[in-house]
């Protein structure tokens, strides 16, 4: 279950939404807020997973409340107004709901909330085999399976994917690397990884994957042949 809270400064708005949301098996909509100033005073003392949050409000912006709050917290943005967008997911936010709400678009909306919420809840094992990036502001959901390397992008990875396609994301390669199982991708460059099992071959300093040539960087010759991937 995803304990929720709504803010927003329209009452006919909040009624709407507690109407929808009790649809919604997994969301738990606890509250609901019209001033800023409520809404932090219960956060102080009951924190949540999720808020729902307009953003043109009399006593603050709701990006602004948000940057205010020193929680971890997903947030969907119910707005009026499409011309926020683009900062609202500068700040991470799930996903950015125009007004008036439709009932499909606030079920989509929850079930990512709902698959972010089971990611950051489960450590990183056997059972886990899937990452959440963000590209385009949108969260998109990758098997581990489906990667077969990484490339820095100045301060972006390329998450390279089956049949040819890659995904953009802003990271860096030591960020991405921890999301990821250590038995499954290894660096073998400052610029590259690896899927382990995607090598096709190695063939002096370089590795194959399919057709696709990979250098193999000095500082990292030795960590890969500890995974006995070429001759000691």
């Given at each position: 279950m995803i304990n929720c809270i709504a803010l927003d400064d329209e009452p006919l708005a909040l009624e709407v939404l507690i109407s929808l949301c009790k649809k919604i098996p997994f969301i738990d909509l606890l509250h609901t807020?019209?001033?800023?100033?409520?809404?932090?005073?219960y956060l102080n003392s009951?924190?949540?997973?999720?808020i729902f949050l307009d953003i043109e409000m009399p006593d603050k912006n709701g990006l602004e409340?948000?940057?205010?709050?020193?929680?971890?917290?997903?947030v969907i943005f119910t707005t009026a107004h499409s011309k926020y967008a683009v900062d609202a997911f500068?700040?991470?936010?799930?996903d950015?709901?125009?007004?008036?709400?439709?009932?499909?678009?606030?079920?989509?909306?929850?079930?990512?909330a709902s698959s972010y919420f089971e990611y950051l809840n489960t450590s990183i094992s056997k059972f886990q085999?899937?990452?959440?990036?963000?590209?385009?502001y949108t969260l998109i959901k990758i098997l581990h399976s489906e990667i077969y390397y990484l490339e820095t992008f100045d301060d972006y990875i390329k998450i390279h994917i089956s049949k040819g396609k890659f995904i953009l994301t802003l990271m860096s390669m030591t960020k991405i690397l921890?999301?990821?199982?250590?038995?499954e991708f290894i660096r073998v460059h400052r610029s590259?990884?690896?899927s382990i099992s995607n090598i096709s071959s190695i063939k002096s300093q370089t590795i194959f994957i399919g057709d696709t040539k990979i250098p193999i960087g000095a500082k990292y010759k030795k960590q890969i042949q500890a995974f006995y991937f070429v001759n000691k």
């Open positions: 807020f019209t001033s800023f100033s409520k809404a932090q005073q009951y924190p949540v997973d999720l409340f948000l940057k205010t709050l020193n929680l971890n917290v997903m500068s700040v991470n936010a799930i950015y709901l125009l007004k008036p709400i439709e009932p499909d678009r606030l079920m989509a909306a929850c079930l990512k085999n899937y990452l959440f990036v963000r590209s385009e921890e999301k990821l199982p250590k038995n590259f990884a690896v």
